[in-house]
Every structure is written in C-alpha cells, then in structure tokens.
C-alpha cells in the first residue's frame, strides 16, 4: 500500500517552455544557452547552480561571461533572473488541487533538480493560485539544498532517509527516464509521466 507520494517539479507540476527561455537569454546577448539547457539534467555551471556549487551571484557572472560584450552593460540581475524564469510555466489550478487533496491521504513530497531563482519563480505561481508552496508538501528535497542531484542515486537514498519512507510503501513520479531508473533500483515504485497529458487522472487512475 502506497503511503508516500514523491513529484519531480520541472515537466511533471510545472511545464516547462525550453524554446521561450532559450529566444529570452538570446534577447539579453547569450545566444548559447541551449548548449547547457536540458530538460531533466543541467550541464556544466547550470548544474553546479542546481547542486548548491555556486552562488545565485556566481551563476549571474558565468551567464555574463557569454553575454555579447556590446549588450553587457544593460543587462541587469533582474533580466538574467527573468530569463532563467522563462524555462518554467504556470501549473493549472488542478495540479495544486490534487497535490492538497492527496496530502488528507498520503505523505506528498518533492524531489528537484532546480536551483534558487526558479524555487523562487514557482512560489510566486502558487500564490497566484492563493497557495504557499510549502502547504502542498509534508517536505521539499530540492537539489541544491542537498548538494546532489538526480539521476545519482545518493539523492534519493537521502530522501528515503530524511523522509523516513519504506520505498515499497512510495510512489515516485517523473518525467525523466534515468530518474525513474534510479528510484525502480531502490525498490520504489514509480510512474513515468509524459508531459502533456493529464497528471490528476493518471495519479488518480494509478492510486486506485
């Protein structure tokens, strides 16, 4: 029996928009930012940012490296920040719903390859829906709080641990291939989810 829920956040509750954030960097002067953009696992200085290796400020440096020199000057955090926030779209009404509703009847957590300013760009997404991202989890294992990220299997036998979980009795929910491998190797059950289609009644259909 199912008693603890786990959701990946980026392609599972908020949709992802690679080609919006990619047209939103080349605006601000970096034309190469889909070199290192991927939608499950970050390469280089982006994903030393989502492990907690650098600084929000040190990220906004390595982004100004690539900036077209003429273009430099006029480009302020508050663009970088903007830019990066292009990679996340809103999550429906319904996704939040269903994360609270769940929560009356299961341990709901998240485990996330992600970084400060998106955390930051998906709060204010709840509240736009009058909800604190915080009410919709019992805890949120976020990559660079922890120092590691997924596929690597120590990030998920942390969460096990720090979540006091039996992997038998957890439902782990992704849209990434490896990450689900990962979680299948310590004996948690998963769902491949494919972005698109209608995450309240798969979970649903599946917790049946």
Not at 25 to 45: A, C, H, R, S
Not at 66 to 94: C, N, Q, R, T, Y
Request: glycine share 8%.
């Amino acid at each position: 029996m199912i008693e603890n829920i786990v959701f990946d956040l980026g392609g599972v509750i908020v949709p992802l928009n690679r080609e919006a954030c990619n047209k939103a960097f080349e605006k601000i002067g970096f034309p190469d930012f889909n070199k290192i953009l991927n939608d499950y696992v970050q390469e280089g200085f982006f994903l030393g940012y989502e492990k907690g290796e650098i600084t929000t400020n040190e990220f906004r440096m390595m982004i100004r490296k690539g900036i077209d020199p003429a273009l430099l000057g006029k480009v302020s955090d508050k663009e970088i920040d903007a830019a990066m926030g292009a990679f996340l779209e809103k999550p429906g009404l319904e996704k939040i719903e269903l994360l609270l509703s769940l929560r009356k009847r299961y341990r709901v957590f998240l485990l996330s390859n992600t970084n400060p300013i998106a955390i930051d760009v998906v709060k204010d997404y709840f509240e736009l829906h009058g909800k604190r991202m915080e009410e919709c989890f019992d805890a949120m294992f976020l990559s660079f709080e922890m120092g590691m990220a997924k596929p690597d299997i120590d990030i998920f036998e942390e969460m096990v641990k720090s979540g006091n979980m039996i992997p038998s009795k957890t439902l782990f929910i992704d849209d990434a291939p490896a990450n689900v491998e990962t979680a299948s190797a310590l004996g948690i059950e998963t769902l491949l989810f494919v972005p698109g289609t209608d995450l309240v009644s798969i979970v649903n259909e599946r917790l049946k």
